[in-house]
């Protein structure tokens, strides 16, 4: 046997602080309506954007879609939604 010590205790306790996800995910239509300032303000406190698109997404998320990036978010857009995600939580698209 080897002098291998694994306190499994103290694993526990620094996955539970890693799974720790402030916010919630915000089901909406970007359409033009919403103020670009909302959107950043939900993403800015940890919420995750499901937004139903109504028109050309380039033009409809240009006014928040480069601060998104810069500060370390996501923006996926699939089929007629587009998925927009704070700093830190991943979209994962290997399945598509």
């Known amino acids: 046997m080897s002098d291998f010590d694994l306190d499994l205790r103290t694993v526990e306790e620094h996955i539970d602080e890693e799974l720790e996800i402030d916010g919630s995910i915000v089901l909406g239509v970007l359409d033009g309506e919403t103020p670009a300032e909302e959107w950043l303000e939900a993403i800015s406190k940890g919420n995750v954007l499901v937004l139903n698109v109504e028109g050309d997404v380039n033009e409809l998320a240009a006014g928040f879609a480069r601060d998104i990036r ?12 587009l998925l927009v995600t704070p700093p830190g939580v991943d979209v994962n698209t290997n399945r598509l």
């Not at 996501?74 to 939604?81: D, E, Q, S």
Request: zero cysteines; a neutral charge.
């Open 70 to 81: 810069e500060s370390g978010g996501n923006l996926v857009h699939f089929r007629g939604f």
